[in-house]
Nanobody, 125 residues
């Protein structure tokens, strides 16, 4: 059964860095597009980044371009999100999801998407 588990969220100061991990089990990561999404209280969930099955294509929200990097390690069944130069507006609950649309400029979930439980990222002085 497909499961996704996020980890790595923490409280950090503005300008700091975090690396989030999404561990996938139940199916080979080779067959999955994976996306990162985030949601702040009172706001809509938004796509942050995604990566295709082969890693040949990646998408980023305009707000994180140049600061975040998505990568995958199929051998470890893990997708990473390296977040640098964090800003207070990056605060939110971060989710990874499989079976997503990752075709530029789209970072979209679907009715078939599978989600993790989320990991909290808080950026504050």
């Amino acid at each position: 059964q497909l499961q996704l588990v996020e980890s790595g969220g923490d409280l950090v100061q503005p300008g700091g860095s975090l690396r989030l991990s999404c561990a996938v089990s139940g199916i080979s990561l080779n067959y999955l597009n994976v996306g990162w999404f985030r949601q702040a209280p009172g706001k809509e969930r938004e796509g942050v980044s995604c990566i295709t099955t082969t890693g040949s294509a990646t998408n980023y929200a305009d707000s994180v371009k140049g600061r975040f990097t998505i990568a995958r390690d199929n051998a470890k069944n893990t997708v990473y999100l390296q977040m640098n130069n964090l800003k207070p507006e990056d605060t939110g609950l971060y989710y990874c999801a499989a079976y997503v649309v990752c075709l530029s400029p789209n970072i979209k979930s679907t009715a078939a998407s599978s989600w993790g439980q989320g990991t909290q990222v808080t950026v504050s002085s």
